[in-house]
């Protein structure tokens, strides 16, 4: 796969590499040649005390691929329901049916959700929710072939690994039959979410009742195959170690190599507040840059690296733009999944504060539509490059 942006590599003179961590002049050697780094590597980078130097790696790779451009979408998130039977203790956001605070939205007033708030044409819904219990499996369906009826020209990215592979079972499908139903029904990608952490030891404690890593791996194998792409998350800053995180990394480089479906790498970092998980602590500003520059560096077969601003605030995104991240996330609207874990960013940004923290970075902002095709709006429509 190529995940070269030729067009857009940028030939400044740079300086040349510097550190004061001699753990990082392999790596350093490595990076320049292009070569692949590995899991020692990898625990190097998140141990090495010299940020500067590893976000410089970082960089060095993230201009090679897109130059100075960086990404963003104007979208809308949908979260249809909040009622979960997996009680996962990282998650503020889930509700056991029949407690006080549940709800699940009409099929009508989910459709009239997606055409609200917005201020301009969005190109992307980004549905992700509960597990339900009891909603049949065609409620989904109906769901997302309800939007593409009414939204026909936006794309629909709409459940993650952990929501197909339970939809499968409720809808008593394998997971090639949902995923047909849900091509058919409209679904044109699917998000990131519920990777956590692959690593068992974590995955009991932080989400004992979700599918295991090797099930989410396979859902993603098998949703790539079924030819829709798919992002991939990795939520840290919990009780996972430098070598949990390496290890998730690697695994996802892995399924990459082999079926090249994976679009974009989204690191999120744990919220803490109203979970089960309350007496952790925030991660802090440098965690969440070190994050983003390991894994540009790690995933070298990812096209894109996504600083969540809703996830590490607007100002941290717009400082990963020059650590590794060449993707900012979209307007979104209305987030509700970190809010309920305390996330005191905005609901939503507007199209134009986006365009103004990517070009404070010096960079160039490129709106693109879900697949990374350019956008060019006039001033009530949007076409998209094909
Ligand atoms: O899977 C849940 C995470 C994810 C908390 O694909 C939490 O473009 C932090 O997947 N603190 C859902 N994180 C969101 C998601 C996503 C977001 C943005 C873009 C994309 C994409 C995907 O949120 C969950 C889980 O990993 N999450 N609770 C919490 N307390």
Request: proline residues 4%; glycine residues 8%.
């Amino acid at each position: 796969m190529n995940v070269m942006n030729t067009e857009a590599i940028s030939n400044r003179p740079r300086h040349s590499f510097q550190t004061d961590d001699p753990a990082l002049e392999p790596i350093a050697d490595k990076v320049q040649r292009g070569e692949r780094l590995s899991f020692e590597d990898g625990v190097a980078l998140y141990r090495s005390g010299d940020i500067l130097a590893v976000g410089w790696m970082a960089n060095l790779v993230r201009e090679r691929m897109h130059g100075d451009l960086a990404y963003f979408n104007v979208n809308r998130h949908i979260n249809p329901t909040n009622v979960c039977v997996a009680s996962c203790r990282l998650c503020a956001f889930g509700r056991k049916k029949g407690a006080a605070d549940t709800y699940t939205m009409a099929l009508e007033e989910a459709w009239e959700t997606a055409g609200k708030g917005l201020t301009e044409a969005v190109t992307e819904f980004h549905i992700v929710g509960g597990l339900h219990p009891d909603l049949p499996f065609e409620y989904f369906m109906d769901l997302v072939s309800g939007l593409k009826e009414r939204y026909p020209q936006v794309h629909i990215k709409a459940f993650t690994m952990v929501e197909i592979a339970f939809l499968a079972k409720r809808g008593k499908m394998t997971i090639e039959e949902a995923l047909d139903r849900m091509k058919a029904a409209g679904v044109d990608s699917c998000p990131g979410g519920g990777a956590e952490i692959f690593a068992d030891r974590v995955r009991h404690i932080i989400c004992d009742h979700k599918i295991d890593g090797g099930e989410w791996l396979e859902t993603a194998r098998l949703t790539h195959k079924a030819g829709l792409r798919s992002n991939a998350t990795m939520l840290y800053g919990h009780i996972e170690n430098d070598e949990d995180r390496v290890d998730h990394l690697l695994k996802l480089r892995a399924v990459q190599d082999e079926t090249g479906g994976f679009q974009t790498f989204i690191p999120l970092s744990f919220h803490p507040e109203n979970t089960a998980l309350g007496h952790l602590p925030k991660s802090t500003g440098m965690t969440d840059i070190r994050q983003i520059a390991v894994s540009r560096l790690l995933l070298d077969n990812f096209a894109h690296i996504k600083s969540y601003w809703q996830m590490v605030t607007p100002k941290m995104a717009q400082i990963s733009l020059r650590f590794g991240a060449d993707d900012i996330d979209g307007t979104v609207v209305e987030e509700k999944i970190y809010h309920d874990a305390g996330a005191k960013t905005p609901q939503g940004l507007r199209r134009q504060d986006l365009v103004r923290l990517i070009t404070e970075a010096g960079r160039v902002p490129y709106e693109r539509d879900t697949l990374y095709r350019a956008v060019t709006r006039t001033e009530d429509s949007f076409t998209v490059a094909v």
